[in-house]
């Protein structure tokens, strides 16, 4: 070993050499003054940034949150009224489609009615006019009937019902190449 | 001291033998400004270093300072929230802390850089294993809190508060003054600066002493010894991975310890 002179305070690990605290404290200033002036200051300043953006992107998902909540509360709202309407516009078309049914039928009953009462009237005018020629002919048949039979002998019974049976084909003939008008 | 010394210089007066750790090694031969206050030697160097180190370190770390962290950024912030919310803000209270977090910040990082240099291959020394870096930080602490003590309750009340404990009868004061004195203005500083420099000093010794003791007994103790170097080797491990906890630890108890008292000097209730 080479032989080294020591101060007897050196040695003593309790005593510091005057180099010793002068190391000491450059060493410990510059951290110090590097924590201080530097490093704390970018560090608070990220801290804080990042919470005034975390702060920021929290009240930005709420506000988009009560848009949200505010455009389904709108379109539930919306869809509620629209099957309000519907349910309204149907109701409507069942009434108007009941009472255009209803109208209808009171229509075509008081046609129904006018038709009957038309037929009935002309059946009435035609029976009235049959009667009136059947009233004229009638008499004037019975006379030609009555001379007819006076006409040939009332004796004989089976003559009699001959003159009838003639009669009557004579009638039939008349009338098949005469019809009733209107019939 | 001087029979360790002596003892020492026994030991290593034999050739090639067993080389025990030493106090010299913490005084190592000065190779720059010799005689002048800026007397530079390798635990100042090694201080030196990890200065630059832990500089650079938070340096870059604050230049790179991104909103959305990398790996590096984010493992340094979590060391960081440690010093300034799990030492600083947890003792004295988000308010008072602040003004006092470069300081704990500094003390932290720093002890923590100084300390560690003792486990680092060719560095080997802890810079606090001298005591002139525990004696200025402790220093720096102590002026700090009896300053911010007279400067929140004038000198009068502060001295009151500091040595006067309330609830006591009169003549316990007589008693009891002069050991709060001895208690705030010797003892608090002293262990803080003696409890650093203790525990890297001594955790040096240990690691050279094993390490040696395994070099000894693997190449120069006579054939059959050699087994021991095994168990010193062993012992040297479990004193290294003792040490990783310790560099840590002790920066942990300066820091918290510098909130304590600067909390309990600025206190308005005893």
């Not at chain 2, 001087?2 to 210089?9: D, I, P, Q, S, V």
């Not at chain 2, 590096?72 to 308010?95: C, H, P, R, W």
């Not at chain 2, 009891?176 to 001895?182: G, V, W």
Request: hydrophobic fraction near 50%.
């Amino acid at each position: 070993m080479t032989p080294v002179t020591i101060v007897a305070s050196a040695e003593n690990p309790l005593l510091p050499g005057l180099y010793d605290i002068v190391w000491s404290a450059v060493c410990l200033l510059i951290v110090f003054l590097v924590v201080w002036k530097y490093v704390l200051p970018a560090f608070n300043k990220t801290l804080d940034e990042r919470a005034a953006r975390i702060q920021g992107g929290i009240e930005k998902a709420e506000k988009v949150q009560a848009e949200a909540d505010q455009a389904l509360a709108e379109y539930q709202k919306q869809l509620a009224d629209g099957r309000a309407e519907a349910a309204r516009l149907r109701a409507e078309a069942q009434e108007e489609g009941a009472q255009i049914i209803a109208e209808m039928k009171a229509q075509a009953h008081s046609e129904a009615d006018r038709i009957i009462a038309s037929a009935q009237n002309q059946i009435d005018a035609e029976r009235q006019s049959a009667m009136v020629q059947l009233r004229s002919e009638v008499g004037s048949l019975a006379t030609d009937l009555a001379s007819r039979i006076v006409g040939e002998s009332l004796t004989d019974d089976q003559r009699s019902a001959n003159v009838v049976d003639r009669f009557i084909s004579d009638l039939e003939s008349e009338s098949s190449a005469q019809p009733v008008k209107g019939a | 001291m001087g029979t360790l010394n002596a003892a020492n210089t026994m030991i290593n007066a034999a050739e090639g033998g067993y080389h025990a750790p030493s106090m010299s090694e913490f005084f190592p031969a000065s190779f720059l400004f010799e005689g002048t206050p800026f007397e530079m030697n390798r635990v100042m160097l090694i201080r030196l270093l990890a200065t630059i180190a832990v500089v650079i370190i938070l340096a870059v770390w604050a230049k790179r300072m991104k909103l959305v962290p990398s790996r590096f950024q984010s493992t340094l912030e979590l060391a960081m929230e440690f010093v300034t919310v799990g030492i600083a803000e947890d003792t004295m209270g988000k308010e008072r802390a602040k003004k006092f977090m470069p300081l704990i910040v500094a003390l932290f990082f720093g002890i923590l850089f100084w300390n560690v240099t003792k486990l680092i291959p060719f560095l080997n020394m802890p810079g606090t294993g001298v005591i002139g870096l525990p004696l200025v930080a402790t220093l720096a602490v102590y002026v700090t809190y009896h300053w911010a003590g007279i400067a929140q309750k004038g000198f009068g009340r502060y001295l009151k508060d500091a040595l006067v404990l309330p609830g006591v009868p009169p003549a316990m004061h007589i008693l009891l003054i002069p050991i709060e004195f001895i208690t705030k203005f010797v003892t608090q500083p002293f262990t803080l600066a003696i409890r650093l420099f203790a525990n890297m000093m001594v955790g040096h010794l240990l690691l050279v002493l094993c390490f040696s003791a395994t070099s000894f007994f693997l190449f120069d103790a006579s054939n059959g010894f050699q087994f021991f170097s095994i168990l010193t080797f062993a012992g040297g491990m479990f004193v290294f991975l003792l040490e990783m906890l310790v560099v840590v630890l002790q920066a942990y108890i300066f820091a918290l310890l510098a909130c304590v008292y600067i909390n309990s000097a600025v206190s308005e209730e005893h």
